[in-house]
């Protein structure tokens, strides 16, 4: 008497119901994971920074650039001596980065201060700043997707 193919089928390749829920577990980790991951990114990315001003000097805006993201703050086209200025920028539902720059001049000092910050979706954020002659740059904080960083500028 011979066995359906089915039968057959079944017979060579039995399936336990251990491998079958392991397998399913597995699955269910993986979609909780893209849920994570599409959620993070759905909500954007923000970039919420302050910029201290440790000097005796007006800093003037000469540039402001977004790469990628929109500016929900602009920053400010001048930050007084001892001042603070404040920018955000933010990306919409979906998009990978919020990358931009921004440049500043120091009333009667050669060079610029310069800050850079690019925020990913995946991977680590980083922050690039430069100071002219004389002076010191250096940023504080901006992990996470909605970051807060503060860059300041003070004399050596």
């Known amino acids: 008497m011979s066995l359906p193919y089915h039968e057959i089928n079944r017979q060579k390749n039995p399936v336990s119901v251990h491998s079958y829920f392991s397998g399913m577990k597995t699955v269910l980790l ?12 759905q909500a954007g990315i923000t970039v919420d920074g302050k910029i201290l001003n440790q000097t005796n000097k007006t800093l003037t805006l000469i ?10 703050t602009n920053p400010p086209k001048t930050i007084e ?4 200025g404040h920018f955000s920028a933010h990306t919409g539902a979906f998009a990978g980065a919020v990358v931009g720059w921004m440049d500043y001049s120091l009333t ?5 201060f310069y800050m850079h910050f690019k925020d990913e979706a995946v991977g680590v954020n980083i922050y690039h700043q430069k ?3 004389g002076y010191r740059a250096s940023h504080e904080g901006g992990e996470g997707y909605e970051a807060h960083v503060t860059f300041m500028l003070q004399p050596q």
Do not use: K, M, N
């Not at 993986?30 to 990114?41: H, N, Q, R, S, Y």
């Not at 001596?81 to 603070?84: D, Q």
């Open 131 to 133: 100071a002219p002659q």
């Open 30 to 41: 993986l979609v909780a994971a893209i849920a994570v991951f599409a959620c993070t990114v």
């Open 81 to 84: 001596p001892f001042g603070t």
């Open 108 to 112: 009667r000092v050669p060079g610029t």
């Open 63 to 72: 540039q402001h650039h977004l790469d990628d993201g929109h500016w929900e």
